[in-house]
């Protein structure tokens, strides 16, 4: 056998930029750039930005290191021309996101109500009706069969959310109880458990979680919903799931990637794009990330990526056993959007919103996604969990098929002639790993979630995941921020 | 923003070794030990081993990554002076594992029988009593008053393992239904429920997987034990937990790592020890891996680490998002082996086997692992899932002292003075992750079982999670590195 000899070398290296780059000399380490700030911050999402904007804003110097050669992280805006552009990720904000609406407001960027003007269509097994969301169910569609599983739910998990404390679900009296079960679990146990109804909980868990009901961990679940408002208003599924008074109600101008954009431009140079961070040695003093671009020593690091990215980072010293069992237990959903873009918004003329409940797969829910002046009309579908698998494995020109197929059928033969089609897989982002969010199945949050925000010696964790109102969405994002950003100022 | 510039050396560089370390000029890797090889494999565990010794015999290069200074994985002997040796990590073998047997037998390391003359004790509410394990329960104590649940659950799953196709338990025709439930949701359904039944049943899924009843999948567990036989002799629980005819029936003489490495001898420099696998690119005609001791240049790669490991690797091109999907959500068990050494096998002069079942924690199984002639005693105890995260808590102190005052409730207040006492906290190894395997809970296997041994390009995957039968063991690593070796030896 071969063994890498200790030399003296390697020995002072393991303090040090030496060890940084394994096995390559400590002499190469003078060709890449060495930066210095008070406090590096890895990923340039809605996290990361919001960090760095804050800290800049105390006084501190501040390197973040992206891995992408853009910002954003899941808001991306793509353009299609003539100034329209579709967001191909995070889209709408809603009543209780403050964080984000109050960032936009700082760099400039407006908002719109979501076109919300009619009715909204459902469609199950072929059979289409449409009803107004003013009514008692919301956005979620008043189909008799199922009312009283869709009452009872409601109300139960609203209850419930009122039982946890927010962003530490662990301390809940009934962690344990909930924790050791899905969500189905427990609508299978508190409902009549009529299949079209576990289908319509499929498709809001699709679009919401990227998952099943049979994935997430009830206390998760019931938390998600928690995180659903702020520090004055409880968290309800209303106010997560509906378009009128809820998280889908409001849009950004230029697209919700503007405002990350803005932000970006404001840091400048401190950003440095096209570089993913490899590795975090903890000093004595200090912190040295080694990414791809640069080496950036600080006094503390922020990390505010992906639970399943912030695991393939090497961390010296290794990272606690509970927070790398939680990391190990925290997978990404799976979430296609599927988006048809057309001359015109034609399902407005018929007196539809372009929202949808579609429990015929793979389309879920849809929505309205186009320009303020409805000068041309963009609609797009979420594809989650199962249904993003089955479509994800079809050849592109059959996903296309399907996916306008299901456009028509919810809103008319026009749906089958688009000028455009876009699709955006975002379990195949390398930088992402799925979307919307990261989320726990049963036993993971009762074990290990005091792991979720808890500093590791220099390092400090941000990501929306790690946000105790709305965590995976992108107000969730920037207060994860803004929260470590001041943990981070405490101590510096 | 910075970003980094796309030059001409990076798209050059993109095919070739200049990717390898990202950020570092090619320059440097001429400082760098560069081998070419037919195979490399990443992993010298029984595994990565079995796989390169086949390799070798087949006449083709191989080089071995190892991230330690050690070869063996989760096999580890503590010598303790005089030749005498506490196994750290696995220890048996049993009845149908003859892959590890040959193995053992080639290289000439002989075996001999666990010590089994005379009773195993039970302990439950600080009731102790014996019984021979020669009864109809074999190791599983013979409790009147959970034994009707004990036989219905051993029985039901035995039936339930011959109707999986073993390593493919996706496959099986209620496969949705069984991966859909925890083993204790089944438990629960299928029992009168007794608690102490399911603190028995926690005991074995602690020692055998390291997790809780409620953390592992039905369909994981059915597969698990229909894995506990061979080609000709179907799995069974009672093969699996049993000491007479099960697979704690035998021991290596001068322990199992000895086996290890003696086929790391035969290799030789073949082996790079300190040397973890940091990226695997893959290339036109062959794979590039980069360690921190060398870069290796190969026309096939065999990975034979635990899958949380496997994932922290980076991929050029990225894994498959199924394989993605798979390594999140498969951690590895938690499990802590303490050892306390003895002037004497003090327990065989009270006609004690040293084989216990506590179901009063921390202590879990316990068995004797005293060398073949007996001139010390040994016996070990197993720490495992939520007791031994309780335990890894407490300070060392304690931790020994309930240790050894399990020890001495079992086989009497001798246990309280040994000569030594041996920790092994495998979750805290760095290089591991956990013991003794990793698992999936609910949902995982029927989603992206599938990914679990198919080759991706040029990379193949052992592991003994990968292996078809006695997976989670000795056995299954050696017949996962020899089978990943034959699909290799077919391409080359």
């Known amino acids: ?199 319509l909980l499929e498709v809001v868990t699709r679009a919401a979680v990227g998952a099943e009901p049979q994935d997430v961990s009830l206390l998760w679940t019931v938390n998600f919903i928690a995180a659903s408002g702020d520090e004055h208003h409880a968290g309800t599924f209303e106010r997560n799931f509906n378009t009128r008074g809820g998280a889908q109600q409001t849009r950004f101008r230029g697209g919700s990637q503007r405002v990350a954009k803005l932000v970006a431009r404001e840091l400048g140079d401190r950003i440095v794009l096209g570089s993913p961070a490899r590795r975090i040695t903890q000093l004595p003093h200090g912190v040295l990330v080694s990414s791809d671009g640069a080496v950036v020593h600080a006094k503390r690091a922020i990390v505010a990526i992906p639970p399943v990215l912030s695991a393939e980072i090497v961390y010296e010293p290794a990272l606690p056993a509970s927070r790398e069992d939680l990391l190990a237990r925290f997978p990404q959903g799976t979430l296609t959007k599927v988006t048809a873009v057309y001359d015109r918004p034609f399902w407005r003329d018929k007196g539809l919103t372009g929202t949808a409940v579609c429990l015929d797969p793979p389309l879920g829910a849809t929505f309205d996604d186009s320009p303020e002046d409805g000068s041309v009309g963009i609609v797009f579908g979420f594809v989650g969990g199962a249904a993003a698998r089955s479509f994800n494995r079809r050849p592109p020109s059959e996903r296309r098929a399907v996916a306008l197929e299901g456009f028509s059928k919810l809103f008319g033969s026009e749906g089958l002639h688009p000028t455009r089609y876009l699709e955006s897989n975002w379990r195949k982002q390398k930088w992402t790993r799925g979307c919307p969010l990261a989320y726990t199945g049963p036993g993971t949050l009762t074990k290990f979630g005091p792991a979720l925000r808890k500093p590791v010696g220099r390092i400090h964790w941000a990501g929306t995941e790690t946000s105790v109102f709305w965590s995976g969405y992108m107000d969730g994002a920037v207060r994860s921020g803004e929260r470590a950003a001041r943990e981070v100022l405490r101590r510096l």
């Open 1 to 199: 056998m071969v063994d890498r000899p200790i030399t003296r070398r390697r020995l002072l290296g393991a303090a040090g930029a030496g060890a940084l780059l394994a096995g390559v000399p400590a002499g190469a380490l003078a060709r890449r750039t060495v930066r210095h700030a008070d406090v590096v911050v890895v990923g340039a999402g809605f996290a990361g930005l919001s960090a760095a904007r804050e800290l800049v804003r105390s006084g501190r110097s501040v390197v973040v290191l992206e891995a992408r050669h853009r910002v954003g992280g899941r808001a991306l805006n793509a353009e299609l021309g003539g100034g329209v552009i579709s967001e191909r990720g995070a889209t709408f904000i809603g009543p209780t996101q403050n964080r984000i609406r109050r960032l936009a407001k700082e760099v400039g960027v407006g908002t719109f109500p979501t076109y919300d003007e009619g009715d909204d269509v459902y469609l199950h097994d072929g059979k289409r009706s449409t009803y107004s969301d003013r009514g008692p169910t919301g956005t979620a569609p008043p189909d008799l069969e199922i009312l009283g599983d869709i009452a009872t739910a409601v109300y139960k998990i609203d209850q419930m959310a009122r039982q946890v404390p927010v962003g530490s679900p662990w301390k809940a009296s009934k962690a344990a109880e909930w924790d050791a079960q899905t969500l189905k679990d427990f609508v299978l146990a508190n409902t009549d458990g009529n299949p079209r109804f576990i289908r």
